[in-house]
């Protein structure tokens, strides 16, 4: 199962950021960072980037790299701005599919928006339909969620924390795991033997015998 994780945008994207100056791309990286860190804990999952630290990656760019990869999955992470830059009421949680409505993606998107409005308490915007060019130009399922405005004063207050954003990666791992039926990478049980002798040399042998086995041995005196 491959996941292409895109956070949006970059550090110097102008104009996306809040109007105190919280940058968009930082709440961006968090949640993809988070979200990617729950979903290696999956069997069978290989995650990836379409951002970049060192610079804001061109959308086609972002595009081209999850068809190279053949990803089964894309998801893009932002968060949302209304008016001309100053504080307003908008508020709450939406995600989009391209128009067409592609019936994995609307899937996938419900259950995004189903799991960010139940983990956050914030207003249902629903989920809706948009030519962005990340959803456009992938040839994977892909869905584009916004989750929550910079421009509302509580939101964004929101936003900074890392409990929000920790909220919100785990909704949309939830969302992921939910429609593609991942399982949790079982934990391997392990035990101990302690055995104690009275003199070294049985000990050396024993452990020999062991390692000669498979096993880890330590000899502690």
């Known amino acids: 199962m491959k996941i292409i994780l895109d956070a949006g945008h970059g550090y110097s994207t102008p104009g996306k950021r809040s109007p105190d100056g919280m940058r968009e791309y930082e709440f961006n990286r968090a949640v993809a960072s988070l979200a990617k860190e729950m979903l290696e804990k999956f069997q069978h999952t290989a995650v990836s980037f379409a ?23 894309f998801v893009s992470i932002h968060a949302n701005a209304y008016g001309t830059g100053g504080w307003n009421s908008a508020g709450g949680i939406e995600t989009y599919v391209y128009p067409s409505k592609p019936r994995e993606a609307l899937a996938l998107a419900q259950k995004i928006q189903r799991n960010l409005i139940n983990a956050t308490g914030l207003r249902d915007r629903g989920v809706k339909t948009a030519d962005f060019q990340v959803l456009r ?4 399922t892909a869905v584009l969620v916004e989750c929550g405005f910079m421009t509302n004063k509580e939101e964004a207050s929101l936003l900074r924390t890392p409990l929000y954003r920790k909220r919100c990666a785990q909704a949309i791992v939830k969302a992921i795991a939910e429609q593609y039926d991942l399982r949790k990478t079982d934990k391997i049980k392990q035990y101990k033997v302690q055995v104690a002798f009275s003199e070294k040399q049985l000990a050396e042998k024993l452990a020999g015998t062991l390692k000669n086995d498979g096993f880890n041995a330590t000899i502690i005196e």
């Open 137 to 140: 130009e992938t040839q994977m």
């Open 51 to 73: 951002h970049s630290d060192e610079r804001d990656v061109p959308l086609a760019e972002r595009a081209a790299l999850a068809n190279k990869q053949n990803a089964n999955c």
